[in-house]
């Protein structure tokens, strides 16, 4: 399988982790969940991340997982591990245990106690260090999820100049300075001050999905659970129709803002995957959301609605 | 003029504040604003919020900013005053002040300091008896403009219980519980816990306003620079048409989504209003984002789409 | 070995983690440090805290260390090990296997998305869900440690009242309430509204040892490299000479201040303890500070100034 | 009154704000608390900071205030005034005023908002702007009382290569890189990287003060209720007497250290200055702390051995 580089582009999907109603990792809905995944059209996945409860997996349940994952893909897609941990020791184990298993490359988010510009980069320097010359990774920058550490455009520079192991951005810094982040790191490739890395779109969690790939965005990386939406805009967009991706941006829309509220989009997530028979139970481990008959009700409205429209719009 | 009540509804719209191209207040971009808000069908007005570029205006030019607005309305509506301010002496001379000019009431978040839920209790005690029991406020709840200060639901139900001038919740509280807080403190209402307090819908900016109206909110205290989108999914949800709320918040969805970035949304909106001739510049003090020229193109693609939808909706 | 219970008292001090200037783990070092504070004369031993560098350590190094602890202490003092973990699931790993090693009980501090009283209170419910009825658990309040988090008295109340095995509070609100909470809690344990838990001050550190004591503290729970002093500050207020107490805390006050700096005071303890003889190297895991000339000359200058105050006090 | 400049040296005492029982603001107790400063030998008065309760004051209260200091004094020493505001215009009018009425400078923190290098200089770059190139300033590093803000040593030597205006640092990053960052500026200054500015002591509140004088900073900008200390610390420095200085250093710690506390000081520091005669009321505006019966007797005990101690020194 070959490593990830700076020329990945498509679609990553951000994988949810499937528990049995009891709790325990559900290896059966794993393998469901990656086809269902596949069928969608994606280029890519990115196991272990925010949204995959990877806190909540004991370290053998993560490589149990990322094996299990590993072998369903068999080498069609690449698949990127998120391997931020509170510390460097268990990052560099995590990370080696799953390149070894075939992972095209990992993940890695700023330290929380990051807080200032040279912080930022003194902990991406650390972490390429840790992880070695042979694991390419993408840098996520996503304040919401990691304490509010900021990497503004100065770091990010910093980092895609020093680490030649650094291939990719994960674009995700919302509500902050978003869409122009994204350009000015586009802008810097393209001037020669940085060489020019992969971009993957996830800013509000792919609520500004067209936009992103106006601005150079390769792709998104993100965890919408209609994945064929996201494959479709991205296709549209390469082929030069601006308008048709905003269409079917639009569609889905309302239902994939409920479903990037923080607290409660997990829930929501599961939910539509458990709909579209993807998964065999909704349950989330501790600590976690749980959908109220109130939510139930709005998410099936937004879906009736979504599939009128999706009809409508041939 | 009626001071505001717990029985205060429909769109509170949440004003900005015009500057000419030097920098100046811009008096009659005010009237002219006003006029514009007014004639959108608005119920009420909120000035000095967060997105009013309150902290910018010096104690006198905050003053003249009001005792204009309220000229301009001639008490055809009500006017709020937010009035949050570092300390309890500058909170309660502005609140005096434009309390003595004819606001209808005031809006007060929580202290930057505020950590826990008695802290976060005492605060708004100390607010309420700083403002008097002859000025009536709107809780507001929005930790992302308020150093990320929580007020969980059983803050806001000591509040209501204990504090009879504060009639009205600004719900904001996203990312964050969202919805679920909402059905909380409507619960806590119905069942006698609390007095039933407006609850007026800003969650996410105003991106979940349907599903806001339907878990009981009594209307929107937010900032789009399209209200007749407000008002009208407002009325459309009170005359039961639920699916028509949607179908003209779907619409604007895109547009509003775009105005809602925390960075750059203020520099939209003042676009926005340019365009649509309610305002003569689109200056904004320092600090302040400023439109590039890609974000421009997005947001002109934006309105186009939006208009054309619009049609078809009819 | 007997468990962890609400009568533990005196010096529980948190160790460090000695690394050969390789930066492996040095476990004769360990050896030779466990003696050394065994000589000082403490009461308990807590270890992988976060001046123990815990988060550096693989999962295999942790019980590796534990262990080495677990068998040279042969059960002459208790030995407490900090479980604080990203996620549920590697806190239960952890602490199984160290309970079974022999470990007296374990330490948790809250999880860093804690932001209200009921998500703190819940946390430690959940902590103590996984941690298991045969596992006592000391309470880690210490916020600048713990991202922020605020376990104020309401919540340490409703932790004590409802989790039985919650049976210990690490008192380290600093800079906060400080005292007046530890007055607090003995307060609410003295009107029977909670059991009387143990409490061991460590509040700055230790900088407040001999007021702490007067409130009711039972101890000291914190890692100056000067055992000694708190074990002689312990004694003599337990003996009644208060003022005994002091004196000997005001000796060492200045190095001991110097060495609770936040950022450089593990570099400085570990300089401390490798002048003293009790470890091979003061190698520190990245990422961690390092002491420069200007800092040696400056704990070299308190060194021989506490040697002469000591030498006056007698 | 000649204005500050890079070569201010000395004791610059931060000044509480005494109230009367009643609230008001105590103009008697202030000029009996300016004579009392005076009679010290400080070199300088800081107004209007922190712990003077500046944002308690209403606008037309700070202005009395000052004025009154500033009379008191009549030109013996300089007078700087904090007029860290929420936004500009309140800061550009609060320092026109004090510089009006005859204040030496005034003392600028970093805006809450601040999270990026860029920001954090951006912030200062605008703030000078504001005050005009005729007001200049002190940088005032202090994260604690700034909501966290951060001013690393890079941002530091921006400001001071860019804004001729800035002119002197308060140097209180603590918990932080403290000492180092000293260290790092003096540096910068001995190299010719900036300007040699005015660096003034304050970490911790002044608890590290002989290590700051040995460090480079050429005095105090703080404020124990015994400025004697400092005034005499500073003195035995400067006179080449370093183990004086630590001497007497050492004899305030205790109480120095007791007076730090973040949460409980500034009522500390009324309850001393009120038995030292300096005002005529402990009264603090709310939100503020309130002794208990524990923490007077903490203080008085104190304050005994300080008397013992320093008889004791001679």
Chains 1, 2, 3, 4 share one sequence.
């Not at 268990?90 to 807080?115: C, H, I, N, T, Y």
């Not at 993807?278 to 709005?298: C, F, N, Q, T, Y």
Request: with cysteine.
């Amino acid at each position: 399988m070959p490593k990830l580089d700076e020329g990945a582009k498509g679609v990553y999907l951000i994988t949810v982790t499937p528990f049995r109603d009891d709790g325990a990792l559900d290896l059966d809905s794993l393998d469901r969940l990656t086809d269902f995944y596949l069928g969608c059209g994606v280029t890519g996945l990115t196991v272990l991340g925010v949204m995959g409860e990877a806190p909540k997996l004991t370290a053998e349940e993560s490589r149990t997982y990322v094996k299990r994952v590993l072998a369903r893909v068999g080498g069609r897609v690449p698949v990127v591990v998120g391997v931020s941990s509170p510390g460097f020791a268990a990052m560099g184990e995590l990370a080696k245990s799953v390149m070894d298993l075939g992972a095209a490359g990992v993940m890695v988010g700023p330290g929380a106690q990051v807080r200032t510009d040279d912080q930022a980069f003194a902990y991406f320097e650390m972490a390429a260090e840790t992880l070695g010359p042979g694991t390419p990774f993408c840098v996520q920058d996503h304040p919401l999820a990691y304490n509010g550490v900021q990497l503004p455009v100065p770091v990010l520079k910093r980092i895609f100049q020093a680490i030649p192991t650094a291939v990719m951005l994960k674009h995700e810094d919302w509500p902050g300075p978003g869409l122009a982040k994204l350009s000015a790191i586009r802008a810097a490739g393209g001037k020669g001050e940085i060489r020019r890395v992969s971009i993957l779109a996830g800013n509000g969690g792919g609520l500004f999905l067209p936009e992103e790939l106006s601005r150079g965005a390769d792709g998104a990386m993100t965890g919408f659970s209609y994945p064929e939406m996201m494959v479709g805009v991205v296709a549209a967009h390469a082929a030069g129709d601006v308008e048709r991706a905003h269409d079917l941006f639009d569609a889905y829309l309302p239902l994939a803002r409920y479903e990037q509220q923080s607290a409660l989009g997990l829930a929501v997530r599961k939910y539509l995957l458990l709909k579209r028979g993807a998964i065999a139970s909704m349950a989330i481990r501790k600590p976690g959301p749980r959908l109220s008959a109130a939510d139930i009700a709005d998410i099936d409205r937004l879906i009736a609605r979504q599939e009128r429209r999706l009809t409508e719009l041939g």
